[in-house]
Structure formats: structure tokens, C-alpha cells
């Protein structure tokens, strides 16, 4: 079984622009040959890449994994990876990197591949990524391979939570050298020119240092190539390269076997240049034409009717502010993702910590009462966190009145008094969707901001766009399943909740032990 994440794949740019693709790309083939949801929806706030494929892989809310962010604030301000554990080491080509690793510590539920293993001892497990948090969570904890991309060394990686080295089929050298030695250009200007709504230098794009914002993208001309190939179309086709060699040199016929592939580039693309962007269309369609490849390839290898797929996304997708109005917003009926048409922000975080900061300070004398923001959250500095109850109180009075002030705020939670039995899940219920975000003693506060505003993602910052809000245009993905003789072909469903992708890989995967509890109404206190 292979499944695949298309990291901020949106359902409303699937249902916008799925039928526009090529009948023999590889979106048109899993519709043909399987069953399409048009929407799968999230039941919590949180919308980013670690919870997502947290919930993805386990069935649950981030309330019960302990999956609460892609990031916390560490020591001095800084934020990282919610997988980074000091107690491991990341693991290249060359052998142990005298850097952090990652591993699943946080995570306090079992895994989809923690249960396959269990059920199947010699399952064949190979989770791929540009990201730790793309990997980590199809990986489980006992994986054959857990392979993801280390910008910082330029190079795929592991951790020693999982491998004291890596796979030969994991390095890649010669495929990065070529790919970080290409040019991008667009695959078909006439498709792209007749379907995007803004001119290839809209206001708003990033440049990845010397990456430029409109096409050509020579990846060899900026500062920092790793930056701009996980940033490129290539990045995908890398992934599924890789994918079919793990195959190659893992799986044996007798051996039940996982491939997950989170494909990562249509993330950075959007993050960097916004889902309306040229370059996000053209990305789209040479994923589309890779997937095509990649499924042919699997046909030459298991038969057409010798595997399955699951194809869905972690999060969806938000416009950048500097787009203009979209047709929707003119529509005779209110649009059902829920997209913004008003005036929206990009809120910086170093913004916002300095301005809670003077607040605080304002308020209850000198001292540092605010360590830092880290999106969503407001964490607070151990000074802050041992005051008496009743300057306590008033600090947390500051800082939600500040807060609410900020502009593009629309509300403000106070963590620790959240329930620890969640109110019942609606989905204009913002209360709900927080609760089910919020691990206990996760962090100290809980950022909603308005719809269509969003925290500047800090890859060029003050230019692209995010994620992570609880609106429906963040909250809901398709998903796409398909799997000769056991899953209906041609067929779509309207829409379903998140755990039904865990529930039918687990059936694929013919594990009979995954427990999947309804969050609707789940207890998330400390116990």
C-alpha cells in the first residue's frame, strides 16, 4: 500500500481545479479507478503539518496525540521542531550528524505502523519526506526506514531513534545535484496563463534569496540551493524516485508493505508564492503528470491490481493578502469553504511577542513575563509563571485584552483553563475545534486569528501565505482512495471526518487491532 500526503493540497483547490487537469495525469487516474471525498474535515483548529499528519496516522485530535504545533519555543526565544529530541542525533550518508534528531517521544498514542508492526512483525515500512513531521508519524516507531530532508546539510536524513544509518537508496546524491542544477520554467504556459487570477510578479511573492518570483527559477542562482529545490516541483519527483528504490530494495512479495510518501514542495510553494500563484498551478500539474509515472511504475512492478493507494492532504490553503477579490466572493451563495473576502493580515510573531511584552511590562512592573510567540501560541517565561494567583490573573487580563487589540485577532484562550472534556464538536464551534487542538500542558495561551489572516510563516518573511486556522478552507482536504476489488471505482462521497483515512488503511492493511476513538466528545485531561 502506498499512501500519499500532498502537503496543503485544500479541498477547494481540488474542487476548483481537479476537473482542469489532463484525463491522464495521476489525480484523474485515482478518480477513475477509486473513490473520491470531496472533503475531508479536521476536528481541530491547530491546521498545520504536525498535527495534521499526527491525526492522519493515528486517528485522533491533537488534544489526545500530544501533537499540538509544528513548533514550540525552546530556550532563548527560539522555535523548533515539536519532533526534535536532544536525546538522538540525526544520521546521514556519512554516518552520525552531531545535531538533534528527531523522534515520536511526544507522541502519546499509537501509530497506524506501530499497530501494523505489532500485527505483522515482517511488514516493510518506508515513510519519506522533506520534513521530519512529514515522515515521522506514517513512520511509527519501528519502521524499516524513516527518510526525510535536512536542509541545513543539504542532504536526506534519519535519526538514531530509528537507524544508526542510512539506507543506501536514501542518499540521493546524484538526483539532488541534478535537481539543484535545474531550471524550472513552466510545463504548459497556456494551461497556467488561462486557469491562475494574478500576473506572474504578484505583489506579495517571496524571493528565496536570488530564487526570484517569477519564471524561470534557476535553482543553481540562489544563495542557497537546498532552499529553493524543496521549494521546486523537483523535490516531488526526488521523493518518488526514492520511493520506487526503497521498493526495489525492500519489499519482498510475502512481506505486507507500507510506502508513505509526504510530498512537501506544494507547501513551500504555496508558503512562498500563495495557492493563486503561477508557480503553485504549474506545480500542481507536474505533480499530477509525476504521479501518472510513479503509478505506472508501481503497475510494472505489483500489476495494476497489485496495490492500493490513499491520497489526502495535512491541512489546506489560504490566499496571500495582496491577491485581489476572487470570484467567489461576488457568488449569489456564501462560499462553503469559508474563504475571507475582507481585509486580512499577516501577523508577525516577533511582532506580536514585543508587543505583549510591553504590555506586561506596563502592567506589572519590570521583568521579562513573555518568552515568546510561536504560532499559535504565547508561551510564558518561568517568572511568569510563578506569580502569586492575583498578579497572575492580571497578567492574563493584559495579555487577552492586548492580544484581542492586535490587528487580525478574533480570539484569545487562556490553556489551562480550557475543559478537560471537550464541548460537543461543531463545526462553527471555534471553542471545540481549540480544545481539540490543546494538549494538557502544552502551552500557556491560544491564538485564533480572523478568517483569512494568518501568522507569517517566516520562509520570506512578510511575503507569502499560511495555514493553521480552524475555517473550513484549512480544515477540510480531499481524499482519494483507491484499491481494485475492495474499494468502489468512480465513486465520490460528499465528505467525512479525518479518521477515515487511518480507519481504511488499517482495513487495507488488514489490521484488526487500531482502535480509533470518537473525538467528538473526547476526554483530553492529563489522564
Not at 502544552?442 to 489572516?453: E, H, I, K, N, T
Request: one cysteine or more; charged letters at 20%; hydrophobic letters at 45%.
Amino acid at each position: 500500500m502506498v499512501t500519499l500526503v500532498v502537503d496543503q493540497l485544500a479541498a477547494w483547490v481540488a474542487a476548483d481545479r481537479f476537473d482542469l487537469l489532463p484525463a491522464d495525469g495521476g489525480f484523474a487516474r485515482l478518480r477513475r479507478e477509486g473513490t473520491r471525498v470531496r472533503a475531508m474535515r479536521y476536528e481541530h483548529a491547530v491546521t498545520d503539518t504536525a498535527p495534521g499528519h499526527s491525526a492522519l496516522y493515528t486517528g485522533v485530535v491533537p488534544a489526545v496525540s500530544g501533537i499540538f504545533a509544528n513548533e514550540v519555543l525552546a530556550d532563548g526565544g527560539r522555535s523548533v521542531s515539536v519532533l526534535e529530541d536532544s536525546a538522538t542525533r540525526l544520521v546521514g550518508a556519512d554516518g552520525v550528524i552531531d545535531r538533534p534528531g528527531s523522534s515520536l517521544a511526544r507522541l502519546k498514542v499509537e501509530a497506524l505502523s506501530d499497530e501494523l508492526r505489532a500485527e505483522h512483525p515482517d511488514a516493510v515500512i518506508i515513510a519519506l519526506s522533506l520534513k521530519d513531521r512529514g515522515a515521522l508519524f506514517a513512520a511509527g516507531r519501528r519502521p524499516t526506514a524513516a527518510v526525510w530532508f535536512d536542509v541545513k546539510s543539504n542532504r536526506f536524513v534519519t535519526s538514531t531513534a530509528f537507524a544508526r544509518t542510512l539506507p543506501p537508496w536514501a542518499v540521493a546524491t546524484d538526483a539532488l545535484r541534478q535537481a539543484e542544477a535545474s531550471t524550472w520554467d513552466l510545463l504548459d504556459r497556456s494551461w497556467v496563463t488561462s486557469h491562475s487570477i494574478t500576473p506572474d510578479d504578484e505583489a506579495g511573492e517571496g524571493d528565496i534569496r536570488g530564487y526570484g518570483t517569477v519564471f524561470p527559477h534557476s535553482l543553481g542562482a540562489a544563495e542557497r540551493p537546498a532552499l529553493a529545490f524543496r521549494t521546486s516541483p523537483f523535490a516531488d519527483d526526488v521523493l518518488l524516485s526514492m520511493g520506487l528504490a526503497a521498493l526495489d530494495a525492500e519489499h519482498a512479495a510475502e512481506h505486507t508493505t507500507l510506502l508513505a510518501i509526504s510530498l512537501s514542495a506544494n507547501d513551500y510553494i504555496n508558503h512562498t508564492f500563495g495557492p493563486d500563484s503561477w508557480e503553485a498551478w504549474d506545480e500542481l500539474l507536474r505533480l499530477d503528470r509525476s504521479l501518472a509515472r510513479f503509478f505506472t511504475a508501481l503497475d510494472a512492478r505489483f500489476g495494476k491490481d497489485g496495490y492500493a493507494v490513499l491520497l489526502t492532504a495535512d491541512h489546506g490553503s489560504n490566499a496571500m493578502p495582496e491577491v485581489g477579490r476572487h470570484v467567489f466572493c461576488d457568488a449569489p451563495l456564501a462560499d462553503e469553504w469559508k474563504r475571507a473576502c475582507r481585509p486580512v493580515h499577516r501577523v508577525m510573531p516577533d511582532d506580536l511577542a514585543r508587543t505583549l511584552s510591553d504590555a506586561t511590562r506596563d502592567a506589572l512592573g519590570p521583568g521579562e513575563w513573555v518568552a515568546g510567540v510561536s504560532d499559535p501560541y504565547v508561551y510564558l517565561t518561568p517568572a511568569a509563571r510563578a506569580l502569586d494567583p492575583a498578579r497572575r490573573a492580571m497578567l492574563t487580563e493584559t495579555l487577552k485584552k492586548t492580544t484581542l487589540a492586535f490587528p487580525g485577532v478574533a480570539a484569545f484562550y487562556d490553556t489551562g483553563a480550557l475543559p478537560t472534556v471537550c464541548p460537543p464538536f461543531s463545526d462553527e464551534s471555534i471553542d471545540a475545534l481549540v480544545c481539540r487542538s490543546v494538549s494538557p500542558r502544552a502551552a500557556d495561551f491560544y491564538v485564533v486569528l480572523q478568517p483569512g489572516s494568518f501568522f507569517d510563516p517566516s520562509i520570506v518573511v512578510g511575503k507569502g501565505t499560511s495555514h493553521g486556522s480552524p475555517y473550513l478552507y484549512d480544515r477540510t482536504v480531499p481524499l482519494l482512495a483507491r484499491s481494485p476489488g475492495r474499494i468502489a471505482a468512480g465513486a465520490q462521497v460528499t465528505d467525512a471526518t479525518f479518521d477515515a483515512f487511518a480507519a481504511t488503511a488499517a482495513s487495507l492493511l488488514d489490521i484488526t487491532q487500531l482502535v480509533l476513538p470518537h473525538t467528538r466528545a473526547v476526554r483530553v485531561g492529563p489522564d
